[in-house]
């Protein structure tokens, strides 16, 4: 029932951009809070940025200045905007959608940046 569609992913060059985009269905959207995370092999998930309810944002050190989340509660969608993209941005990005107790998953999408 509940389904977080990400799509954006892909491979650039060190430098480049990309803009992640996440579609959630079955849930009501504007009470959750939305995350992105990322994994790469080998490391655990981390936290690469999320935005509450009420539209607070909070990011990794890492991506503070390059990356930007926001989200759009008429469309039930949360953005990624990735600047400045580096090799180590490499990994797998996942979408997250919590309320309360409640927590939920996106597949995640493949991003490669490399020359």
């Known amino acids: 029932q509940v389904q977080l569609v990400e799509s954006g992913g892909g491979s650039v060059q060190p430098g480049g951009s990309l803009r992640l985009s996440c579609a959630a269905s079955g849930i009501m959207f504007r009470l959750y809070d939305m995350g992105w995370y990322r994994q790469a092999p080998g490391n655990q998930r981390e936290m690469v940025a999320t935005i509450n309810r009420g539209g607070t944002t909070n990011y990794a050190d890492s991506v503070k200045g390059r990356f930007t989340i926001s989200r759009d509660n008429a469309r039930n969608t949360v953005y990624l905007q990735m600047n400045s993209l580096k090799p180590d941005d490499t990994a797998v990005y996942y979408c997250?959608?919590?309320?309360?107790?409640?927590?939920?998953w996106g597949q995640g999408t493949q991003v490669t940046v490399s020359s």
């Open positions: 997250n959608s919590r309320y309360s107790r409640l927590d939920y």
